[in-house]
């Protein structure tokens, strides 16, 4: 009788994995059980800022294309997902975004790219999974950036798209946001990076340049550094982008026991407010 409670190992249940990321052990079921305390917006995937900028446009022109075509939300979306690629790479040289080696490939053969939610035309394998559309639709609601039912822009953000994003647009080129929709519409939209006739392209590579604005760090560092205005870590979110702010050459730190100690001994300098912090670091680093 005894042998039947020895522990054994399974396969990890699908259900579990998580998408968009390897972890053959499982660990981020761990991971998150603690790290949630410390951030409660973001995931191991949803790590670009200019990924949320082409998300949240991405929804801002799809819920404007789906007003006439209900149900092209979607299909909007991902095409959207995939101008902002091919305009990054071609015109910014920028290839932090995902579906880099799809993209790479494509402008290696030719400048013209085709627009379109057909899976030969994805930049990913299954791009409305693995894309900005599965990855960045919930840490943008955690964020307090989108609404989820129906999804589309949160008021704050939804402003912010009207009086920093569109100025930009029309600063670059566009007086209006008509010729982006009139190509997003077409179920395949035929796109010539090297002529770009009417700057459509070179205007969003403008507004996805890799430098941040001041008034886009002070949005994003509200909304995605702090927590949003619905932080679920109750502050201890902020109180540890301080803590790590005040770390030197942070970029090029591992995640490892010394840098949590370190980070912990940084937040106890704020004084008792940083003590929910400092136990739930403690316990990570244990």
Not at 154 to 175: N, W
Request: some cysteine.
């Amino acid at each position: 009788m005894g042998d039947l409670w020895e522990p054994f190992l399974t396969d990890l249940d699908s259900r579990a994995q998580i998408k968009g990321s390897r972890d053959p052990i499982g660990a981020q079921a761990i991971w998150t059980r603690f790290g949630r305390h410390v951030v409660g917006n973001l995931t191991t995937v949803s790590n670009s800022v200019r990924d949320f900028t082409t998300t949240l446009l991405g929804y801002c022109v799809a819920e404007e294309i789906g007003k006439a075509e209900p149900g092209s939300e979607l299909a909007t979306f991902l095409k959207w997902e995939q101008l902002c690629a091919y305009a990054r790479a071609h015109y910014n040289r920028d290839f932090a975004f995902r579906g880099t080696e799809r993209v790479r490939e494509r402008l290696t053969e030719s400048a013209k790219v085709v627009l379109s939610d057909a899976s030969r035309h994805q930049i990913l394998s299954d791009q409305p999974t693995y894309g900005l559309w599965g990855l960045y639709s919930v840490p943008s609601a955690a964020s307090g950036l989108l609404e989820q039912d129906p999804i589309r822009l949160k008021t704050d953000a939804l402003a912010f798209v009207d009086e920093f994003y569109l100025p930009k647009l029309k600063a670059a080129g566009l007086r209006t946001l008509a010729p982006v929709l009139d190509l997003l519409r077409r179920a395949e939209a035929q796109l010539d990076l090297a002529k770009d006739p009417f700057g459509v392209a070179q205007a969003v590579a403008k507004l996805l340049d890799r430098r941040m604005h001041d008034a886009e760090r002070r949005f994003y560092g509200r909304h995605l550094v702090d927590g949003g205005p619905e932080d679920s870590t109750g502050g201890k979110q902020a109180l540890l982008a301080q803590a790590m702010e005040e770390l030197t050459n942070l970029a090029e730190l591992v995640l490892s026991d010394s840098l949590v100690r370190a980070i912990a001994k940084e937040a106890r300098r704020r004084g008792s407010d940083a003590d929910p912090l400092v136990r739930r670091l403690d316990a990570i680093r244990a």
